[in-house]
């Protein structure tokens, strides 16, 4: 056989793998998609009796799990293999469609149950939808290892190609049960699973260059395990409550330390900066994705989720062509105008009225927040390769940890804030420490939200109150997302520190594995 006919075969067996980890990828966004879909349905979340920084809760434990799934399995990877991880990611998934089926089918005559099954459901579609991305990340930085940036944006279209499909049958389905809706994750869940089951997958690149285990921890280092320490921290806090919190601190102590006394690395300092920026990064895109249909429902005749699939779509179309855009803009060049856009396309979504107006300001959130993920993914493989999956996965599972963990929470939050401002000028004469409950997330997050039974009973005395309060409240979500541009102005701060940095270094260069530090 020629060398032609040779790697004609493997760019064959490379594109069907490629393609293979894409619907993996597609699978994962049909899982995220249809959950918040069904957690921004006021009949489910009144059958669940959730306020709105609960429901925060409820979509977070379906995005903190995968950090540490991701995480987990990019240190053993190379034990496991691909292959069991791929088998691993589907059996979590259809786990999840089991459950979350069966518990919409008793949310009428079991609603504490159905909260379990939805509640704990998510988590373990996390924990799969986590260990897709420890997967396709770095198969796919392996096979395309001289255009990394370009084929990682182009799988990650995946995602919102994921979302546009998902969303649309979601959304066509109408008054279809919320079941047949979420079974609906099953079909892309099967297709890849039948591709990938006995497909060959190539050997990590690190490992082929024969960069060490501990060579890998140590490009993450002390400091990156003290953020993943810290956010799991809160998480056990969270998910213990009557624990002994110290208890859970020491956990994380030792985690770091162990972890310290066997790199005896700090890591490299610009690793340790990327993880810093990607906590706002994923709340900017995948937090405000996860609220966008809720927030913008209240302000539109028509279905909210149009809005979050039409994003999606932009996003799809645009990662295709990512390979001639990174070439003209550079990977931070890119990523700097994608932080204006993002900025810009928050503020004016956070007032926008009227299908046109407010299609445009979501054309430009969308824009801006197109390449936020993938471009950082391929930034990360080009400065730490000597990470290999790790660096690769963790910077991903951090940045959902912190926007599990934190961001949406905290978005939630904000909301709760907003229908506060909206309904205090309606109840005036009511004292506040009446009017209002002071709640806490993880111990970090202080927030007020109104109190229900003084609502309810507010409303018996008056009747007429009940529409005007729903009036005051419809429309005050929108307004917390001009708070939420604080998020990509973070993000685009650091990305013009590193662009004088690498300036200062003769320009933007991708690492070799042959490199030193």
């Known amino acids: 056989m020629s060398d032609t006919t040779v790697s004609q075969a493997e760019n064959e067996t490379n594109m069907f793998l490629f393609w293979g980890c894409f619907i993996a990828l597609i699978t994962t966004a049909f899982g995220f998609i249809t959950r918040m879909f069904l957690l921004d349905d006021p009949a489910i979340v009144g059958a669940l009796q959730l306020d709105p ?81 420890a997967f396709i990340n770095p198969v796919v930085a392996t096979m395309f290892d001289k255009d990394k940036t370009k084929w990682l944006n182009i799988l990650h279209a995946g995602w919102p190609g994921g979302l546009v499909i998902a969303g649309i049958l979601v959304i066509f ?17 099967i297709i890849y699973f039948l591709m990938l089951i006995k497909v060959e997958f190539p050997q990590q690149e690190r490992v082929a260059a024969g960069v060490s285990y501990k060579d890998m921890l140590s490009e993450f280092g002390i400091l990156g395990a003290a953020v993943v320490g810290f956010l799991v921290t809160l998480q056990l806090m969270d998910f213990f409550p009557d624990g002994n919190k110290y208890a859970f601190m020491g956990i994380g102590v030792a985690m770091v330390v162990a972890f ?27 937090g405000t994705d996860g609220w966008i249909s809720g927030i913008m429902g209240s302000v539109v005749k028509f279905d909210g989720g149009w809005i979050l699939v039409y994003t999606s779509f932009i996003m799809m179309v645009l990662r295709f062509f990512a390979g001639p855009i990174v070439h003209n803009l550079s990977a931070l060049g890119l990523l700097m105008l994608s932080c204006v856009l993002a900025i810009a396309g928050l503020w004016f979504l956070s007032f926008a009225q009227g299908v046109a107006v407010i299609f445009a300001a979501a054309t430009l959130y969308a824009l801006g927040k197109t390449f936020f993920w993938p471009t950082m993914l391929g930034i990360v493989s080009e400065q730490t390769p000597r990470g290999g999956a790790l660096t690769l996965n963790a910077i991903s599972g951090i940045g959902m940890l912190a926007v599990g963990t934190l961001g949406f929470p905290y978005i939630g939050a904000l909301q709760a804030d907003k229908e506060i401002q909206a309904v205090k000028p309606l109840v005036a004469d009511v004292q506040e420490d009446e009017l209002l409950t002071d709640e806490s997330i993880y111990e970090i997050i202080s927030y007020q939200t109104l109190n229900k039974d003084k609502i309810a009973e507010l409303q ?24 939420m541009t604080i998020f990509p102005l973070i993000m685009l701060l650091c990305y013009i520190a590193m662009w004088f940095y690498f300036k200062s270094k003769g320009g933007y260069k991708p690492v070799s594995l042959n490199d030193g530090h």
Do not use: H
């Open 53 to 133: 920084a609960q429901v925060g809760a409820f979509k977070g434990i379906q995005v903190w799990p995968f950090a540490l799934s991701i995480i987990i399995f990019s240190l053993i990877i190379d034990k496991v293999g691909y292959k069991f991880s791929m088998m691993f990611a589907f059996a979590c998934q259809f786990t999840w469609a089991v459950m979350g089926v069966y518990a919409l089918s008793i949310i009428e005559t079991d609603a504490e149950t159905a909260k379990f099954l939805i509640y704990w459901g998510g988590l373990i579609l996390a924990l799969g939808n986590g260990t897709v991305e």
């Open 173 to 189: 389905m109408g008054e279809l049960p919320w079941t047949i809706k979420l079974a609906t994750i099953a079909i892309p869940a």
């Open 260 to 286: 310290g006394l066997y790199t005896k690395s700090l890591g490299r300092p610009l690793m340790f900066v990327l993880i810093l920026i990607m906590m706002p990064l994923a709340t900017t895109e995948i």
């Open 460 to 483: 018996k005395a008056d009747p007429g109150l009940e529409s005007k309060i729903e009036a005051a409240k419809s429309g005050s979500g929108q307004k917390a997302l001009a708070s």
